[in-house]
């Protein structure tokens, strides 16, 4: 009997000596494609299990639950992860906790439901946002219009805005490509859809759109925009019912003097901002700072600001990554001046060397906001009809990750914030 129990005991022994969480590291040294590392995060949620988001240790890791599934798949993602035992995972737990270091452990408890706002008819490539999801294997619903309208923003709990204009002037794109059967046939589907809805123009559709995502934000919900989709949906909100369209976008007129009548209480992000009134401008406003850039591509980086996980970890969560400088890239909105930022939003992301804003976030009453200023993080120039950038090519993009810390930030057990 007792040679039997000694048997059992040594064949049980390695089960429990033997490791029992798997880390996912996220340095840049350790990790072979930090992209599809949130991808696996992911799956684990969506089998209702928890993980553990470990704020600035190797570069913001994950801490999961061992199975010999998760294993496997990490191998067939090609995600880069290490076994650890009980011990290991309790002294990397104690250095975290302790408060010399400026890290923190987060729950991360459920998938979010994810949302991206875009026409039918977009290509998955247009959009960074919608191709990130892709490689990383995330998976996404496409809504627009009819159902923002409809409330069906309610089943979700995470909202990209595609490369929208909220404003109803087509992207400004008026001037350069007015006389394309891409833009003909783009304004000719607004109008219709506007007139289905119940509009007379496509400007007051698109304001009913963005104050019904306003209202989703302010309830609790998490919404994230880049490029022209970040100012155009903030000057919708401050233009409410005043026309500042000219002929050629709505028809007739502009309203006179439609410069003082912009209401900037109504904005999220955005104030004291003035408004591009020329349509031969691919320009909204004096937000957006492409046209004040003087930066050779070369040395175009933003760098990326340093919070307290322990205090702030909100912003901290959103900056995660292996380098605090991040390859610049532009767009039609490329970046924000910061003196038409209001002080309630954090600016997260800014290049010093031209005084702008890159990455911003705040909150709207009950919900969080977050604008990231161009169009995709590894095609410097994106222009009309590009080829897409192969998310292959760049499995450790730290612009990327930035996107895919905004898709796990509803997943968080959130704490409240103390700064």
């Excluded at 104690?94 to 039918?120: F, G, R």
């Excluded at 069906?152 to 109803?168: A, S």
């Excluded at 996980?309 to 995660?320: G, S």
Aim: glycine share 6%; net charge negative; proline share 5%.
């Amino acid at each position: 009997m007792k040679k039997i129990i000694l048997f059992l005991l040594l064949i049980l022994f390695p089960i429990y000596s033997f490791a029992s969480y798997v880390l996912i590291p996220m340095d840049a040294e350790s990790q072979k494609d930090h992209l599809k590392a949130y991808g696996i995060t992911y799956w684990v949620l969506k089998k209702q299990q928890k993980v553990k988001w470990l704020l600035n240790y190797r570069g913001g890791s994950f801490l999961l639950p061992d199975t010999e599934e998760l294993r496997q798949e990490c191998k067939i993602r090609g995600v880069s992860f290490e076994v650890v035992s009980e011990d290991k995972t309790s002294s990397i737990l104690e250095l975290i906790d302790s408060p010399s270091q400026n890290m923190e452990a987060v729950i991360l408890e459920k998938a979010p439901k994810i949302a991206v706002y875009t026409p039918d008819g977009k290509a998955p490539w247009d959009d960074a946002v919608t191709m990130v999801l892709t490689y990383a294997e995330i998976p996404y619903e496409t809504i627009y219009d009819r159902e923002v309208l409809e409330d069906k923003l309610l089943l979700y709990d995470w909202l990209h805005l595609h490369h929208e204009d909220f404003t109803g002037q087509y992207g400004k794109f008026y001037a350069r490509y007015r006389a394309t059967p891409w833009y003909i046939e783009e304004k000719e589907n607004a109008e219709k859809l506007a007139t289905e809805l119940g509009y007379d123009k496509v400007s007051e559709e698109k304001l009913a759109v963005a104050e019904k995502i306003r209202d989703y934000v302010v309830g609790g919900g998490f919404m994230f925009a880049m490029c022209s989709a970040t100012d155009s949906f903030d000057i919708a909100l401050a233009a409410e019912n005043v026309d500042i369209c000219e002929p050629m976008f709505d028809g007739d007129p502009s309203e006179p003097g439609y410069q003082s009548k912009i209401n900037y209480n109504n904005t999220f992000a955005f104030t004291d901002f003035v408004l591009e009134r020329s349509p031969m401008k691919y320009e909204f406003s004096s937000i957006d700072m492409t046209a004040k850039r003087k930066i050779p591509k070369e040395v175009d980086y933003f760098s990326l600001m340093d919070y307290s996980a322990k205090w702030d970890p909100i912003p901290t969560m959103l900056c995660q990554n292996h380098t605090s400088l991040v390859k610049g890239f532009m767009g039609q909105t490329t970046s924000y001046d910061p003196n038409e930022i209001k002080p309630t939003v954090l600016v997260m992301g800014k290049n010093k060397s031209n005084g702008e804003a890159r990455y911003i976030h705040g909150i709207k009453g009950k919900g969080f906001f977050t604008f990231y200023g161009g169009h995709d993080p590894e095609d410097y120039q994106h222009m009309v009809g590009d080829p897409k950038t192969e998310l292959s090519l760049h499995p450790n993009s730290p612009g990327y990750r930035l996107i895919l810390n905004n898709v796990l930030f509803p997943a968080a057990r959130k704490k409240k914030q103390k700064t």
